[in-house]
Each structure stands twice: as C-alpha cells, then as structure tokens.
C-alpha cells in the first residue's frame, strides 16, 4: 500500500477486448439461434466451444463398434512354494494379438507346454513428488473428483472462505487467499511458515532441503497467489466447530494440499519381475513403499481418465526372494475377455481439465461454462456424466455448419492466445478485435439472411393432418423439446405431443389414484418423468416414479429418482422423507453385498474403470458382469 503501481493499461485493454469479443459473439450469435430453433437459447465464444467438445464426445460413443480381445495371466510358484501372477506381455518378442478365444486357446495349449524360469528381476527406487498447490482449474477438478461438488458450487463455496467466515473471538476472518487464479506461486511468507509447521508436526525428515518451487504455466498471468490457507493456524481441526460440511471439507482439502506441496516425495520400491518359457514373456510389477513423505497429508487419488491399465485383470504381491535363474512352475491360466472401450463421456473434473489443456477460457470461466451448457438444457448431468442432449446436440450443429471458424477449438484457443498479446503489449487492441470482428461480421450477415429458409429446413414434415385447419402437421422445436404444430401457424395454434412422447404420457403405471380413483399414467415433465392422474386437469394429482428398492434406512419406504431444487442433479432419496433422510448421489440397484452382506450397492463410474458397483459400507467394489451372473 505504501508502494502503489500505475495501472497496466495493456491489461486494461485485455480484458475489455475479452468482454467486447464475448458480447459480440454473444448479441450477435444467440439471436441467430432464436430466429432458427427458439426464444432463449444462447450461443457463447467460450461455452459453444465447450458443448461442440462434449457433443463430439457423444457422436464418437454413438459411432463406436467395440472390439474383442483377450488377456493372459499366469499363476506361478517359486522354489519356495510362493505364488504370484504375471500378465503375458511378449510372444516371440512382439506384443500378442488375441483377438477371439480360438486364438487364446491356441495360446494357452502353447504355454502349458512350456518350463517356466525367472529370466529377470529389476529393483529401483522411485520417487513421487506432491502435486503443487491449487489453482482454480485443478480445486474445481480435485473437489469434483473428491467431494462430488460442481464447479459452480465449489467457486461458491470458495468465494466464502475468502470473503470470511466467523470463528470466535476472532470474528469474520478470511481463510484462503483469492480462488480465481492460475498461479501456482506462493508468497515466501507462507512457504516460511508451513516449513516450520512441517518441522514441528511431522519431523525433519519430512521437509525438502529447499522449499519447492513449481514451473509457471504457459499462459498464466501470475496476478494472484495459489490458493491457500491465509494462516498456517487455522488447521482444519481448529475450524470444525465453525464450518458446516461441505465448507469443512473444501477447506481441509485446500490446507492438505498446501502443506503436502511443501513437503518431501513419497518413496517406493518398484519391482518388475520377467518370466519366460520358450518364446512366452509374462510380467509382473510391484510397487513397495519405503518412506510416505507427503502421503501422509494428501493421497494422490488415481486420475479418473489415466491409464490402460487393465482394471480387471487379477494382480498380486511379489515374494520377497525372487531372484534371476529361478524356476517358475506355472500353476494356472486365467485367460480373460475384453472388449475395447468407447471414449468416456466427460464429467465436470475432465471438462474443466480438457478446456484447460486446450488453452480455452480463464480460471474466473469454467464453473460458468459448465453451468450454463446445462441451464440451457444442452447438456445432462447424469451419474457424475455430462451427456449431450438432442437440443444441444441440434444447437452445436447449427453453430458448426454455419459458423465453423468461430466455434472450434484452434480458433479459440487462438484468440486466447490474441488476447494475451494485448496484455503483454504486443499488438493493438484495435488490430486484433478488426482481425477477429471482420471475418466473423461478414459470416454473421451471410447466415442470418438464411435464418427463415434454416429454420424451414429444420422442421420436420409428417404424415399427420390438422385435424383443426385440414394442414400438413410439422416438427418444430420448443422450451420443452419437439413436439408436433400446426404448418398454418400463427394462423392456426394447434399443437400435440410427440408419438413418443404421446405413448409415455398414456402408459398406464397399475396405480390407481388415491383422490379420485382414476388411472395414474406414466407422464413426461422438464425434470424427467412421473406419475400423473388421467383424470388431469379434473384431478392435478402426482407422484415421483419409484426404482422398486426397499430403503435400506427405514426399511418402509422405497428408493425414487429425484431432482435437486434447480433440476441440474439427480439424486435418490426415500418415500418417506422427511421422516427418513436416506439420501444418495449414486444409483442404489437391489442386490446384496457378497462381501459384508450388505443389502444394496451402487452404481459407480470412473473414467479408467467405467461402470461398477460399489458397496457402500465396506467400500468393496464389483464388476457389473460378474454380479450380473452371481445373481
């Protein structure tokens, strides 16, 4: 404060050339979209860009064709009568191709004929060095894969630890410094202080000889610190009592984070063991730990879209006297069946990541890109999955065949890319808007002179006559979806339900309304479906659809699909609620836990695994098959 620097005026003009170019494509966009589906849907520079990623996403997985192939692994016993499994990585010194199971059996009749040794053993220490400090991107990412919080909700909650929160005596207090940045540096300050908190709570050995420093990105400005705790004091054990849940949590994974960055690589062992038998390879890996070092604040979960590793193949320990030369009595074969996955739907952590690597948008952006594409209906939020709905679907069609040098990804990451070199004062703020505004002004006019003739060509003609005016009934697109009108309008008005979505309405559920008697149907709303009486308007009666499983709380009631207050998350919860709060974000299928008995599991997904159950007591987790023929 004693110090103030001059305003940076090219930064100045940076932001203002973002804010312009975003309303340009914005004011000028959306109105086209109006004018060719409906009232009320937007385009954006940045928010386009993301739903054109996430529909791409959606017509791979529609066009993917799995295929089949197999793997191999072996049960092999030492000398000493220890066992352990290897997985078949050469044949003849090339990768093996088992693309069905008559190849696999061939293999297989091959490999029992062979004698097995160990023709290898390499020991080597590793090291895993903490991950750095939060910034904007990787919180809303790691809060996403960790607390099940949206980036919406976690800015929110953020921007309440920064604003300040009342802990005692010493009143409203600010406990993490500014959550919209995306720098990794750190104020030496703070570095000082968490080094000495190291030192007293977890020993010296815990403490790098250097305090760590991490690389600046690319394209980060540097503005604002990384997010952190504002006082190394105000441990997360201290605050409980002043936090409510969801508050407690982001914070203690803020603090974790920090402390953890500064502190020493966790140490492993990492073994890699190579048996053959004639032209056959297998391998098997282990990883022994040596010293936890920061693992003992903050375990580095698993990236959610890592790896090839096989998640299903069965794995086990090493035995500790492996040695070169050794035999190896191979014990058992389990061959086992895969099909090729198809490229997993985003979820918020990955969109944000993707939009990240790609060099599009700013930290102050990702929660509102993703918010907005599914206020918008674009998009569905769906077990922890954004899919691409048949309006967004429609909507990024109409942008990418009319405007395809504004919607895509180089082109946006390259004005990012523009923008800050206005900032770094290397070229005009005049010369990159008139290099962006000519280009996309002259599309603009060319398309918009199109938007009847566009809107006509994406009506669908039916079979159907009015039966009001005598007129061809068309498909058009509405706030609820499509639905079949009148070709005469606005001269005619009339309007009715999709055939599909006419079938659902009229589906009877075997309920019998208990107001009035009549029959409750299977009808369709903005939040999904429900039970509603036929006898409607008469009777406005309604009821959620149950998934069928007892509650496993209370036991009365039963398990329904429900909606949070906006309608952007699904959840489940109990019949009886209030009286009982059984509540879940993961969907709940009836059938028993074979490891701790456990009477219901649920649906889980990750980007590496896919789909799988999940018991929620004792945390063991299932192949979705393999419970499938258990059951």
Not at 213 to 227: M, R, T, V
Not at 356 to 369: D, F, K, M, N
Request: net charge positive; glycine share 6%.
């Amino acid at each position: 404060m004693a110090h103030p620097k001059k305003i940076d005026a090219h930064l100045v003009l940076s932001q203002q050339a973002r804010r312009a170019m975003d309303r340009l494509v914005g004011y000028k966009v959306s109105p086209f979209v109006w004018k060719t589906l409906y009232y009320g849907l937007s385009a954006g520079r940045v928010q386009s860009v993301a739903l054109r990623l996430i529909c791409e996403r959606e017509e791979a997985i529609g066009k993917f064709v799995p295929e089949e192939y197999w793997s191999i692994t072996g049960e092999f016993q030492t000398i000493l009568g220890e066992t352990f499994l290897a997985k078949l990585m050469k044949v003849a010194g090339e990768d093996p191709r088992i693309p069905d199971e008559t190849t696999m059996q061939g293999y297989l009749a091959e490999i029992e004929k062979q004698n097995f040794e160990v023709s290898s053993v390499e020991k080597k220490p590793v090291k895993r060095n903490a991950p750095a400090p939060f910034i904007t991107s990787t919180l809303q990412q790691e809060a996403a894969r960790r607390l099940r919080l949206s980036a919406k909700r976690t800015m929110m909650l953020a921007q309440k630890l920064y604003e300040g929160v009342e802990i005692g005596e010493e009143g409203l207090t600010g406990l993490i410094t500014y959550m919209r940045t995306d720098s990794t540096r750190l104020s030496s300050e703070a570095v000082a202080q968490v080094r000495e908190y190291i030192y007293e709570n977890y020993g010296k050995e815990y403490i790098p000889k250097e305090a760590r420093l991490f690389k600046k990105g690319k394209a980060s400005q540097d503005a604002h610190e990384a997010i952190r705790p504002t006082s190394i004091k105000h441990t997360p054990k201290a605050l409980r009592k002043y936090l409510d849940k969801d508050l407690y949590q982001l914070y203690e994974l803020i603090w974790n984070r920090f402390v953890a960055c500064q502190m020493a690589p966790a140490e492993f062992e990492q073994i890699s063991v190579d048996v053959t038998g004639g032209e056959y390879l297998f391998r098997a890996t282990d990883q022994l730990p040596k010293f936890r070092g920061f693992l003992q604040v903050y375990d580095d979960m698993v990236e959610e879209n890592g790896g090839s590793k096989e998640e299903e193949d069965p794995v086990s320990r090493l035995p500790e006297h492996l040695a070169a030369g050794q035999k190896a009595k191979l014990t058992n074969v389990f061959p086992r069946q895969h099909f090729t996955k198809p490229p997993p739907r985003y979820t918020e952590s990955s969109l944000v990541k993707e939009l990240e690597s790609l060099g599009i948008g700013r930290p102050s952006t990702y929660a509102l890109i993703v918010s907005t594409v599914i206020d918008r209906k674009y998009v569905e939020h769906k077990d922890r999955k954004l899919y691409a709905t048949e309006l967004g679907m429609q909507v990024n069609s109409l942008l990418v065949q009319y405007f395809p040098d504004v919607f895509n990804v180089q082109f946006t990451a390259k004005m990012e890319d523009e923008l800050d070199t206005i900032a770094s004062g290397k070229q005009q703020y005049v010369k990159v808007m008139k290099d962006f505004y000519d280009p996309f002004i002259h599309s603009l006019e060319k398309v918009d002179k199109k938007a009847t003739t566009i809107k006509k060509s994406l009506q669908e003609k039916t079979d159907e006559v009015c039966e009001l005016c005598g007129r061809a009934m068309i498909i058009k697109w509405g706030r609820n979806g499509r639905f079949v009108a009148c070709s005469g309008y606005p001269a005619c008005k009339n309007t009715r339900p999709l055939a599909e979505d006419a079938e659902k309405t009229q589906h009877l559920a075997g309920l019998k309304c208990e107001l009035c008697g009549g029959e409750m149907v299977v009808k369709a709303g903005r939040f999904g479906t429900f039970l509603g009486c036929s006898n409607y308007p008469t009777c406005k009666n309604t009821k959620p659809i149950s998934t069928g499983i007892k509650c496993p709380k209370c036991k009365t009631g039963e398990i329904l699909e429900r909606k949070t207050k906006k309608g952007r998350r699904t959840f489940y919860g109990c019949t009886t609620y209030p009286e009982c709060d059984f509540a879940s974000w993961d969907r709940p299928i009836g059938q028993p836990c074979t490891h701790c008995g456990s009477t219901y599991l649920v649906v889980k997904f990750s980007q590496a695994k896919g789909e799988y159950l999940k018991c929620p007591e004792c945390k063991e987790e299932f192949v979705k098959e393999e419970m499938a023929e258990s059951a």
